[in-house]
């Protein structure tokens, strides 16, 4: 390829979220940044590996196992821009972390709590994400990825996607986990819209068959879109059909016994579905 594109893969620990890599002869840039600093700081040895010039991080959407890195990404690639392609997202990531602040989900990463009047020393939000308000990143070499953040709610409020051309490769964000149990503490509204724009997704794509990487999980193909979707309908009638939140609970680990994240995602989407 001549704009010598590549893409890494970096597999998170906590939340099996991932992060990716592009790269080419000069520069680099990062797709999200993982859920704690500790991991984030192995990520940012395993890209100064590369000996590229990283120069931007983007945050696909304001989920903090795709943000609490920043801080870390900040001080150890302090001229690469932290950015989102607009500034819904932007508000999405200092909403949850005010409110992450407010129940005490900050306290082990104390640089993450916004920036304040009070808390001088906490992470400027403000100043330290970009808009980007434009449909395309670009590698020195010239290899675009194209951003697409026109959706409606479903997992989080606001998504992006990227599509590459060069690798025939669709990054879905957290549209599709694979082989990881959903975030489903979501409006019912998201996910009505979430479950049609999963068949958008596979008809529009149908032709092209790209790589499919999901926000969570393991790279694979197309038919992503409806193993998720799937998913979502198995989880829709284990709520409607179950009494209790460990009813619940154990009838989608039996479904999905291999899917990871059961004590953290499936709990928490369980018990945002099931009053007890
Ligand atoms: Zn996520």
């Not at 001549?2 to 990062?30: K, M, P």
């Not at 549209?175 to 975030?183: A, L, R």
């Not at 009638?237 to 291999?258: F, V």
Request: a negative charge.
């Amino acid at each position: 390829m001549e704009n010598n594109l590549n893409l890494e893969v970096y597999n998170g620990i906590e939340a099996t979220v991932n992060s990716y890599l592009f790269t080419d002869n000069e520069s680099a840039i990062l797709v999200d940044c993982l859920r704690n600093s500790e991991e984030a700081k192995n990520l940012a040895d395993f890209i100064k590996s590369k000996n590229k010039n990283l120069t931007h991080i983007l945050i696909t959407h304001g989920h903090p196992d795709h943000y609490i890195g920043m801080n870390v990404m900040r001080q150890e690639f302090p001229s690469a821009k932290i950015v989102v392609t607009k500034q819904e997202i932007k508000n999405d990531i200092l909403g949850f972390s005010t409110w992450m602040e407010s129940v005490g989900w900050l306290e082990k990463e104390p640089s993450m709590k916004p920036k304040s009047e009070t808390n001088t020393n906490g992470f400027d939000y403000q100043n330290n994400i970009g808009v980007l308000n434009a449909k395309e990143l670009s590698l020195a070499n010239g290899a675009i990825l194209e951003l697409n953040s026109d959706y409606s709610g479903a997992e989080c409020e606001h998504l992006t996607t990227i599509y590459s051309k060069d690798l025939n490769a669709f990054f879905t964000g957290d549209f599709c986990y694979n082989g990881v149990h959903i975030w489903l503490a979501v409006d019912k509204k998201n996910i009505a819209y979430w479950k049609t724009q999963l068949d958008t997704f596979s008809k529009g794509l149908a032709s092209l068959q790209p790589k499919i990487y999901p926000g969570h999980g393991n790279v694979t193909d197309v038919s992503l879109f409806a193993e998720v979707k799937g998913y979502i309908e198995n989880f829709e009638n284990t709520i409607a059909t179950s009494k209790t939140r460990t009813e619940a609970m154990d009838k989608m680990k039996a479904l999905y016994p291999n899917h990871k994240q059961a004590d953290f995602l499936l709990f928490n989407s369980v018990n945002a579905s099931i009053s007890e």
